[in-house]
């Protein structure tokens, strides 16, 4: 399977690198941004929305004029769901077509494999997508959420409001699953729930057949205490895994499922009768009665030519990262990285949530946590908003990473500052 | 009996008529129609207490509207908060009296809001509506509300409970309601005598559930009543853990059936004619968006034919698949054989070219595709689960399995082709065409990985990546269960698929494909032709 997959998108890759978008087209007078999500390969489901919104954005801009006086030109490329190859794309981006800024990626191991790239060069990344935190470059500004920001929020939500006791964690054997996990987990027994209490469950990528998994949280759920499920089931496997529950007959009314990677896309393939009152935390939903939302929906709609494309979180986060972008070259008046990494901090740019997002020192943005109940329609119903809440990069639950703190500006300007030593450099660097 | 029973009503009578006057005194809350108007401003706690006070009225007619709520129907105007039931008039929403069901006419959709609901509510509502509708006429809602009130147990529906049952003739809602009195008398604070035998009816209740209730109050109970609760709760679990073997098995032969269905194709193109096929997997994929294709049309034009859209797609899919199986072999495969390696390479850019294709077509994100109402849901054999959708799944393969075995070994195109795996130059000597035997054989591995497409759309996310997750697996199974024979497909997969959840609850779902991997690799090296190994001279040729 790897080996397919990877010889696959070498194949892809090899093809494309032919074909790609190069700026052939370059004049002196536009800014280039580089757009680097897969368009090809397992990861094509979710990424090729986001190079979409890209597009739609970059053309908003240059209808309101463009920045600094300049048009916008967005250099696309497919780094075809490869991790070594997003590497290579990236490079070829900064150096060759020499882009002011990159948006892309979407899992973290693409985000791990870019990472060096941007730092020997000195280029910029917004990532949109959530995450496991415990991590901050300097050269990369997260604009989904980081585990405070979705996670947390979303168990102290079943925990005051559903009363829940007893907890499934069940996610997709990766990175991302197993930090938040780990998280939840330390948090979890810091408000006094006990290890019996708790049940991690791991599945392969792509895991198709839940019935003994569902049959397991169905035979832990009868302990006689409320119980609900904190899903970091990743993409595709979480069609099955709903299907199964809905097929057994277990309702959110007994058994909620909380999940940090579903969202209007993935339902979007599913028939959601079943599932209604399951649940999902992020910081925006298509729902959210706002005009800013109104008008970013009709834009879409427009711009894709579908009136029924759905809008997610991730591309709420593009949204936000590509404003704060622009913003940031306006006040810095260039599109070189020192300046607009200085510029950038401090920057509030509206979301689609109806308040502001405001960009941290920690490279991190202010967002509000939604918390929404899947509908019959395959819209969710936000049944709590929080306030605003900063992304925290590095957990406080977390015994290694919770006295490091991340703040680029001058004079710190470290990603993991240690307030117990006093140093900078702890953990990842 | 009778005194009892009457007792009971007249208890009944009692508190109904208490409950609805007391909170007429409390100011604007009293009718049930002021209570719904309320809900317009009420946030989450408010409402549970809203909801509360409008079962204690006591009048069935506000059964409706609380299922209105419960379905998310209930909206509120904003001109006058008042609080209706809406259902879809064309573009507007037509507005309902919560009470009398009669008409308010339409309104615009952004002139209401919906009144929001959450789960923690939806279980208030329907214990509450249970409580209310125990007494109904009809039997089936009788029945409904009394496994409500065992699904939500609390103590204020142990009177109601109590009256409906004095008053219960049906000997099933009856029983139904025995335990929902028991359950609900657990949390109550009736005599120690009682809650024993209460905790004897759930015992004999049986299943995850009853275990639920019985743990849910071992806290809170009389220290006297501790042993019955866990000699209960551990016969029951004796109990389950029989059938829990059981169901490992059921499982087991669910995903070997899904690896049959999966395999069985390729147990054609590779294990009878021996070409590596990597395409194998996006036939099953292009089967899949064929039941798509299929439903759409359905939708769109005779929505009432619903039911039967997989009959339909079954057909469509074997066509469609068959139809580029069939170009697949005259224009990439017939120039390729005896070359193994080239051949896989073929194959493999034909799998990336058609995955592209679809993405290009129908675009990256999952297709839906609905589940017929046959395939939906689950029932109950004894203590297991057993799911619809892989029931029938079950079912079709093997169906599948036999109509290839009779086609292989009793139509004269199945010994033609037999006749052109095993001793080709001989066949075409005897006048077989063999190249259109090639390509027809092809067709029909093809055009049967197009149909396990269909059933695999119900479980699985029709995606163009569909194909790549069954790929490997479909080898392993062909290679496992010896190459050339259809027995040693059907044994490899459901042995593999019961060998695989035995191994899961114990080690997990990650490490048990490792393990499942492993076995296979040792396996191979100590019987290298697999489980049912191909014996003469057409092995040696």
Avoid at chain 2, 127 to 146: E, K, N
Avoid at chain 2, 324 to 353: D, H, K, Q
Wanted: charged share 20%; hydrophobic share 45%; with cysteine.
């Amino acid at each position: 399977m790897t080996f397919k997959a990877k010889l696959g998108g070498a194949l892809i890759a090899a093809i494309l690198s032919t074909t790609a978008f190069h700026g052939a087209f370059a004049q002196e007078d536009t800014i280039k941004i580089g757009v680097l999500h897969s368009l090809s390969g397992t990861m094509a489901i979710s990424e090729t929305t986001l190079k979409d919104v890209m597009l739609m954005l970059v053309e908003e801009q240059n209808k309101k004029g463009g920045v600094l006086g300049k048009k916008l030109e967005a250099v696309v490329v497919d780094p075809a769901s490869d991790w070594p190859l997003f590497a290579e794309k990236a490079r070829q981006l900064i150096s060759q077509d020499k882009v002011a800024a990159v948006f892309g990626c979407w899992t973290s191991s693409s985000r791990k494999s870019v990472l060096p790239v941007f730092e020997e060069l000195n280029s910029i990344l917004f990532y949109p997508v959530q995450y496991e935190g415990e991590e901050s470059s300097r050269n990369i500004f997260y604009t989904g959420a980081a585990p405070n920001q979705q996670a947390i929020p979303a168990v102290d939500y079943l925990m005051n409001t559903e009363g829940v006791e007893r907890w499934v964690l069940a996610g997709t054997d990766y990175v991302y699953p197993q930090t938040t996990n780990k998280i939840l987990k330390a948090y979890l027994e810091s408000k006094g729930v006990k290890s019996e209490d708790i049940m991690i469950n791991y599945t392969p990528f792509g895991h198709s057949d839940w019935q003994t998994i569902v049959s397991d949280i169905k035979k832990f759920g009868s302990a006689g205490k409320k119980t609900a499920v904190v899903s970091t089931i990743n993409g595709d496997a979480n069609v099955p895994f709903y299907k199964e529950l809905a097929n057994q007959g277990i309702k959110a009314e007994d058994i909620p499922v909380v999940a940090f990677s579903v969202g209007e896309e993935e339902l979007a393939g599913l028939d959601t009768g079943p599932l209604v009152g399951h649940l999902a935390a992020w910081n925006y939903f298509q729902s959210v009665d706002a005009p800013v939302n109104a008008e970013f929906i009709e834009q879409w709609h427009a711009f894709t030519k579908n009136d029924k494309r759905v809008t997610n979180d991730p591309m709420e986060a593009a949204y936000i990262g590509f404003n704060a972008w622009v913003k940031a070259v306006e006040a810095a008046g260039t599109t070189d990285t020192d300046a607009v990494l200085d510029s950038i901090i401090g920057v509030s740019v509206p979301n689609l949530s109806g308040g502001t997002s405001t960009v941290m020192p920690n490279h991190h943005i202010t967002k509000p946590v939604l918390i929404g109940e899947i509908q019959a329609d395959g819209q969710f119903e936000i049944v709590q908003q929080t306030p605003a809440v900063v992304g925290d990069e590095w957990s406080d639950y977390l015994p290694d990473s919770k006295d490091l703190i991340s703040d680029w500006r001058k004079p710190m300007s470290c990603g993991n500052f240690n307030v117990a030593t006093g140093k900078c450099g702890g953990k990842g660097s | 009996m009778t005194l009892r029973s009457l007792f009971y009503a007249f208890l009944t009578c009692l508190i109904l008529s208490f409950a609805a006057p007391s909170f007429g005194q409390s100011g604007a809350g009293g009718d049930p129609k002021s209570l719904f108007d309320q809900l317009a401003k009420a946030d989450f706690n408010e409402a549970e207490k809203l909801i509360g006070q409008i079962a204690a009225t006591g009048d069935p007619r506000v059964v409706p509207a609380l299922q209105a709520f419960v379905d998310g129907d209930l909206y509120f105007r904003k001109s006058d908060n008042l609080v209706f039931i809406a259902k879809a008039a064309g573009s507007n929403l037509e507005l309902i009296d919560p009470l009398t069901g009669a008409s308010a006419g339409e309104a615009p959709k952004n002139s209401v809001t919906k009144v929001r609901v959450n789960n923690n509510l939806r279980r208030v509502i329907r214990s509450a509506m249970g409580g209310l509708t125990l007494l109904s006429p009809d039997r089936a809602v009788r029945l409904q509300a009394a496994d409500a009130v065992l699904r939500s147990p609390s103590p204020e529906n142990l009177e109601l409970v109590e009256a409906a049952l004095a008053k219960e003739t049906d000997g099933e809602v009856k029983a139904r309601m025995e335990e929902a009195r028991a359950v609900s008398l657990l949390s109550s604070d009736r005599s120690v005598g009682e809650k024993r035998a209460a905790i004897e009816t759930i015992g004999n209740l049986g299943g995850r559930d009853a275990i639920g209730i019985l743990r849910s109050v071992s806290g809170s109970i009389d220290e006297s009543l501790k042993p019955d609760l866990d000699h209960a709760i551990s016969s029951i679990e004796s109990e389950l853990q029989l059938w829990d073997m059981v169901q490992n098995v059921w499982y087991g032969l669910s995903l070997g059936s899904v690896l049959l269905l999966a395999a069985i194709g390729l147990a054609i193109t590779f294990g009878v004619m021996g070409i590596i096929n990597m395409a194998h997997g996006e036939m099953v994929m292009l089967g899949a968006y064929s039941t798509f294709v299929v439903q759409e049309a359905i939708r769109s034009n005779a929505p009432g034919l619903f039911d039967w859209s997989l009959a339909i797609a079954l057909p469509v899919a074997f066509l469609v698949t068959g139809a580029v199986g069939f170009v697949i072999e005259r224009g990439v495969i017939r120039f390729l054989y005896g070359r193994p390696l080239e051949t896989l390479l073929a194959t493999w850019g034909v799998s990336l070219i058609l995955q592209q294709t679809i993405r290009s077509i129908f675009g990256p994100t999952n297709q839906e595709v609905g589940n017929p109402s046959w395939m939906s849901g689950s029932f109950a054999l004894g203590g297991l689960t057993i799911t619809w959708n892989r029931m029938w799944i079950v079912v079709f393969s093997l169906s599948i399995f036999v109509a290839l075995l009779v086609v292989m070994k009793k139509s004269a195109y199945g010994l033609n082709m037999r006749a052109v795996t095993q001793n080709r130059r001989m066949a075409s000597s005897m006048g077989i065409k063999t190249p259109w035997v090639d390509a027809l054989t092809f067709a029909l591995g093809s055009g049967i990985a197009g149909i396990a497409g269909v059933a695999l759309s119900q479980i699985d996310n029709v995606s163009p990546n569909l194909g790549q997750s069954y790929i490997i697996d479909s080898f392993m199974v062909v290679v496992f269960g010896g190459v050339g024979n259809l027995w040693g497909t059907l044994v490899g997969a459901l042995s593999l698929g019961v060998l695989n959840k035995f191994l899961e609850p114990s080690v997990g779902a990650v490490l048990g494909k490792i393990l499942v991997l492993v076995l296979i690799i040792l396996f191979i090296q100590k019987r290298p032709r697999g489980l049912f190994a191909l014996k003469g001279r057409a092995v040696e040729a």
